[in-house]
């Protein structure tokens, strides 16, 4: 049996409850990848075109800060990773996340939160900071509940 890993990116803790329902479901671990600098309510206005989340997403290559790197990835082999939909792609620092490990025959799944939008291009987005052996797959939207049959189906 596959050893499973539940990696996730929460700016304002809505992720962050998607992501332990998941892992409680998959009996997986957790991590969370945090900035080495918390973004505040201000970074996170999508408004104001000067904001950091902002200017980062409108760099494709920004690469914001990890604070913390995991030390046993290698220990996984599936990796189910969550992140807020932003401006229809991951935010950039799940690129910094990926870039930190190797990737190679590993399988990862992507479950999300959004506002509203889709997975639009974020498959695209993050398949350019993993080896190409590693399969990128889109799991779940998880804004309204989090259904046990839909997790364990990615694993």
């Known amino acids: 049996m596959s050893k499973v890993l539940v990696a996730y990116f929460s700016a304002s803790n809505v992720t962050a409850k998607a992501a332990a329902k998941v892992a409680e479901i998959a009996g997986a671990?957790?991590?969370?990848?945090?900035?080495?600098?918390?973004?505040?309510k201000a970074d996170l206005n999508w408004m104001d075109k000067k904001s950091r989340s902002s200017v980062e997403m409108n760099d494709k290559s920004s690469r914001p800060e990890v604070a913390e790197k995991l030390e046993n990835m290698a220990d996984y082999d599936v990796i189910l990773l969550g992140f807020p939909i932003w401006w229809y792609v991951a935010p950039t620092i799940i690129n910094t996340f990926l870039e930190q490990y190797d990737f190679s025959n590993k399988k990862i799944v992507l479950f999300a939160t959004s506002g509203g939008s889709g997975f639009g291009k974020a498959v695209e987005g993050l398949k350019v900071s993993v080896d190409p052996s590693c399969t990128i797959t889109e799991g779940a939207i998880l804004n309204r509940g989090i259904s046990e049959d839909v997790v364990k189906g990615w694993i």
Do not use: C, G, N, Q
């Open 29 to 40: 671990d957790l991590f969370e990848i945090k900035p080495a600098v918390p973004y505040t």
